[in-house]
């Protein structure tokens, strides 16, 4: 059974910094690319950075700069690293894994961000 379990989620001030993880099990996460969405109240839920097996990344425009992603396939887990965060980061955060067709989601993680 694949799982993906996001932690690091909290309540922070604008500014501030904050790193989320997602744990993978059940699957072989090296073949996978992974990817970090966000979900906002009322929005649609919109990607944020991917990271492919090749460790190619891909970021939003908006965060761009400011947030950084990376796996360690020993851990089987991926990471965003969110610097200077700002109160329109506020969100449910989401991990993915992709591996042609087949696409798993975890159950998210919540980053709240005050100004």
């Known amino acids: 059974q694949v799982q993906l379990v996001e932690s690091g989620g909290g309540l922070e001030q604008a500014g501030d910094s904050l790193r989320l993880s997602c744990a993978a099990s059940?699957?072989?996460?090296?073949?996978?690319?992974m990817g970090w969405f966000r979900q906002a109240p009322g929005k649609e839920r919109e990607l944020v950075a991917t990271?492919?097996?090749?460790?190619?990344?891909n970021y939003a425009d908006s965060v761009k700069g400011r947030f950084t992603i990376s796996r360690d396939n020993a851990k089987n887990t991926v990471y965003l690293q969110m610097n200077s965060l700002k109160p329109e980061d506020t969100a449910v955060y989401y991990c993915?894994?992709?591996?042609?067709?087949?696409?798993?989601w975890g159950r998210g993680t919540q980053v709240t961000v005050s100004s």
């Open positions: 993915n894994a992709v591996w042609g067709a087949i696409t798993f």
């Open positions: 059940g699957l072989t996460f090296s073949r996978y690319d």
């Open positions: 990271v492919t097996s090749a460790t190619s990344t």
